[in-house]
C-alpha cells in the first residue's frame, strides 16, 4: 500500500513490534517477513474500504 506519510509499505501483523500495523520497505526487509516484500499483492480498492474505519472522522 502507498499511505501519504510512509510512501510505499507493507500491512503486518503485531509480530513486528511498535511498528505495526504498517512497516516502510526496508524495516519489512530488515526484519525478514516473508514473503519477500516485491511479491506481496498490491492493495485493492476492496481493500481500502475494508481497512476505513467504522465511524469515520468520530471526535
Do not use: I, N
Amino acid at each position: 500500500m502507498d499511505l501519504p506519510v510512509l510512501g510505499e509499505c507493507a500491512r503486518v501483523d503485531d509480530s513486528a513490534g511498535d511498528a505495526a500495523p504498517y512497516l516502510e520497505r526496508a524495516m519489512y526487509d530488515a526484519l525478514g517477513f516473508k514473503p519477500p516484500f516485491e511479491q506481496l499483492r498490491a492493495q485493492s480498492d476492496a481493500d481500502r474500504f475494508r481497512d476505513r474505519p467504522l465511524w469515520g472522522e468520530w471526535t
